[in-house]
């Protein structure tokens, strides 16, 4: 019997590969090596892999930045080492309990840590059947940026069809796809981004675009319903300067803020700043719902949403992806093809 042909031997079916972060560190610190398969428990999902994409919490996890983070996630080295959030596969095996998916089910959705890999468990709530229409690799691209960016908009910022919404750092994963939704949602998009991304936005849909290298957006004299910065880097002042009377400021908690306490100094100016100001300025604080998988898959199967990919990895060259995105100015996603 030829060697691609043999049974699996039991080492095989109990164990996977795997991108291993054994410190805090950079792209260079991650490993692939083999390691023991998870089980699903009564209310998850035993998921195999074939895609993961890289995104900003990824990175907080792999360099322990704010260090604030560690308290929960590791004080030497991270307390789960392999990484990922993001995926998209089949259905390996399902929990006692899970009632919506079945063995050979394509899905797509998040986990906290551990989509690095062949395979992982997800709990059967974090996931949703993948979108019609797009492969695999654009499905784990969607769930981070996707859930982002409509929570940000829709739930947050409470957009609505005909209003104004200006995106800040529309060019990266949760930017272009809110650029996207924006419009799906009846809205007058201007993106914000630098000069090499023009052309990209404009053919995702964006109504204007400004060009952040010879542009002050906070100066063109326009005013937007909606503000969606997932940058940070104007001050509160010239943000609520260029809404709207009833506009609405969305933060991302992405921002900047320093080594040690990262996103909270930002958060906290936001939070400071409610208390003197008449337009409403919010925190956009993520929380993955499935509901908003199945709205993002819905939209893709029409084809009003399409991820955008800049890069695609293999799984051995994680390192090599996860430092495109630490190095930053990415476009879009980066996809890790397992």
């Not at 900003?56 to 260090?67: E, I, K």
């Not at 990484?83 to 998209?88: P, Q, V």
């Not at 468990?121 to 960016?149: F, I, K, N, W």
């Not at 952040?212 to 609520?240: K, M």
Request: glycine share 12%.
């Amino acid at each position: 019997m030829s060697e691609a042909h043999s049974p699996q031997s039991t080492v095989e079916i109990n164990t996977m590969k795997a991108v291993v972060a054994p410190r805090y560190g950079t792209g260079a610190a991650l490993r692939t090596e083999v390691v023991g398969r998870p089980a699903p428990g009564p209310g998850e999902v035993l998921v195999r892999v074939r895609a993961a994409s890289v995104c900003q919490g990824d990175v907080h996890l792999l360099t322990g930045t704010p260090y604030l983070l560690r308290l929960g996630f590791g004080l030497r080295r991270p307390k789960d080492p392999i990484i990922g959030h993001d995926l998209a596969g089949e259905v390996a095996a399902v929990g006692s309990e899970v009632t919506e998916f079945r063995s050979g089910d394509a899905v797509f959705g998040s986990v906290n840590a551990g989509a690095f890999a062949e395979y992982v468990c997800v709990q059967e709530q974090r996931l949703a059947h993948a979108p019609t229409g797009l492969s695999l690799e654009e499905a784990a691209a969607l769930p981070d940026s996707g859930m982002t960016a409509l929570q940000g908009l829709r739930d947050v910022g409470g957009l609505r069809a005909g209003q104004r919404v200006l995106v800040n750092g529309a060019s990266g994963g949760v930017g272009s796809a809110a650029v996207q939704l924006a419009k799906a949602l009846g809205a007058d998009v201007t993106a914000v981004c630098s000069t090499r991304h023009i052309g990209v936005m404009r053919a995702l849909g964006a109504d204007d675009v400004i060009d952040y290298t010879a542009t002050d957006f906070t100066a063109t004299g326009h005013r937007y319903d909606v503000l969606l910065d997932l940058v940070g880097n104007r001050s509160i002042r010239d943000c609520r300067r260029i809404l709207a009377p009833n506009g609405v400021f969305v933060s991302s908690a992405g921002a900047p803020g320093g080594n040690w306490l990262g996103p909270i100094v930002w958060m906290s100016k936001v939070l400071l700043a409610t208390l003197f100001s008449a337009p409403k300025l919010a925190i956009l604080l993520m929380r993955p719902r499935r509901a908003d998988l199945e709205y993002l898959s819905g939209l893709a199967a029409d084809g009003r949403l399409r991820p955008l990919i800049e890069r695609r990895y293999p799984l051995d060259r994680a390192d090599e992806a996860v430092q495109h995105v630490l190095d930053g100015h990415a476009q879009g996603k980066t996809v890790l093809v397992v």
